[in-house]
């Protein structure tokens, strides 16, 4: 059951969402603000994971033995929310 680590990635998303549904609801411009601090800080992190541990920026690089790109079978990455 290799695919089950997204149950886990869905319900994370589905505890915060509430945080930011109802901030933009009552408080728009508190709301966007969030957001963009979050989206800021996944940018911030996934760039300092593919720093720390050395990995291609892009999906450009392959894997020969599966045929998809690194970035999938990458666990620092791609398997982390």
């Not at 894997?63 to 620092?76: E, K, T």
């Amino acid at each position: 059951m290799a695919w089950s680590w997204y149950l886990a990635n869905d319900m994370q998303f589905y505890v915060i969402s509430p945080l930011f549904l109802v901030s933009l609801y009552w408080f728009r411009d508190f709301g966007l603000s969030l957001i963009c601090l979050f989206f800021c800080i996944t940018f911030a992190s996934s760039g300092a994971l593919t720093y720390a541990y050395d990995l291609m920026s892009g999906i450009g690089d392959l894997d020969l033995n599966s045929g998809l790109p690194v970035l999938f079978s990458n666990r620092y990455l791609y398997i982390n929310t």
